[in-house]
């Protein structure tokens, strides 16, 4: 029998990714995607499209008042999204406990409609230093929510799955386009504009535009200039 | 210097008696209420004339669309909230991942004000078997929000504070009189009308009543019937 499984899904280049790793391993997808007063709030319509044709049990859009607690460049209008510098430092893009808070609702679902296995695109390579995109905090979460839910203290083990996670941003492309991923439906940009054009210099541009060419697949991404 | 703490507020008996124990520990009071498609919805206006008297620092509410995910009695408008059953399994009331979810937002306010205290009034004396009530899961929640977020990478460390785990209702209610807390002001009911007034009968009511006769102290609560 098809065990169902919760898509943490933004419509990007990873959770895009990470949803066809999904269904190739046989799971049911439900695919949960949040507006949570993020600028760049055009991807929700894109994983909508991309929803509608991939194949998923449903797809659920969740919002979040993220944007009352502030905190980020990605949701505070005071605050401009940086171009991307290499430095080290987590960036101003982080969004307080945003995985956290995603898992979490990804959690609530899964107690409702019997999925214990819920994917996560984050990645450690390639990526922008958050805190919440790493092995050891992943492993933190799984341990915690089989505590967390009636679920988990009947005995079922919910499972974080992370299959990107040791990969770089070229494995991920060759690895979606393996899978029949179509790149040119997804968007990645943190300042995309209206009809989704990408600004080509935040950080998640930056990393994207270099997995394509580190991959050697053709960038279908459609930039602003 | 005083330290901020987040205190995850409902309005209700718990939470009250939380926030007055926080306040005594000399710590500046964040207090947040969530609007979560809970029936019971009166307690968020509760919530905010306790939070008016009670000086704290700042008190938010926000609002999370739980009933979009159902699973609860609580929340799902085709269930029933049931009559108190002392049966030991995990009752109907049980909203999925709810403290998950509420400590999460605490844990994302906490990163933007500088709290890294969080304070939730949940105990597993005289308490409706919820798993997310328990020791071991607050503690793995607190290992979790080290690696979750920037303030826990940067050397600080995330505590909950559940100052009531151990207590039954009668040492929570002693100690909140002792405290000054005045308790005609709480909202507990799982199925208080419009006025706020208590139907006597759900579990959070059955503990509640229970509470009060234990430790002697007359029962301020304004019941239906």
Request: glycine share 8%.
């Amino acid at each position: 029998m098809q065990k169902n499984a919760i898509i943490l899904f933004s419509g990007g280049l990873d959770s895009t990714t990470c949803l066809a790793i999904a269904k190739s391993q046989g799971f049911v997808c439900y695919a949960l995607s949040f507006s949570y007063g993020q600028k760049h709030q055009v991807e929700v319509e894109w994983a909508k499209k991309i929803a509608a044709t991939s194949g998923v049990a449903e797809h659920k859009i969740l919002n979040l008042p993220l944007d009352e607690l502030g905190g980020s460049s990605l949701t505070d209008k005071q605050k401009k999204v940086d171009d991307h510098v290499a430095n080290g430092s987590i960036p101003a893009t982080y969004v307080p406990a945003r995985n956290t808070i995603f898992l979490s609702f990804a959690l609530a679902w899964g107690e409702v409609i019997g999925a214990v296995d819920i994917f996560i695109g984050a990645n450690h390579i390639d990526y922008s230093g958050y805190p919440d995109c790493r092995p050891d905090y992943l492993q933190a979460f799984e341990q915690m929510a089989v505590l967390a839910t009636k679920r988990g203290r009947e005995g079922e083990r919910f499972i974080i799955h992370a299959p990107l996670l040791q990969m770089n941003k070229a494995d991920i492309i060759r690895a979606g386009v393996k899978l029949g991923v179509d790149y040119s439906q997804t968007l990645s940009c943190y300042r995309a504009d209206a009809a989704g054009r990408a600004c080509g210099s935040c950080d998640s541009c930056v990393y994207r535009e270099k997995g394509f060419s580190e991959a050697g697949v053709d960038d279908p991404t459609i930039y602003v200039l």
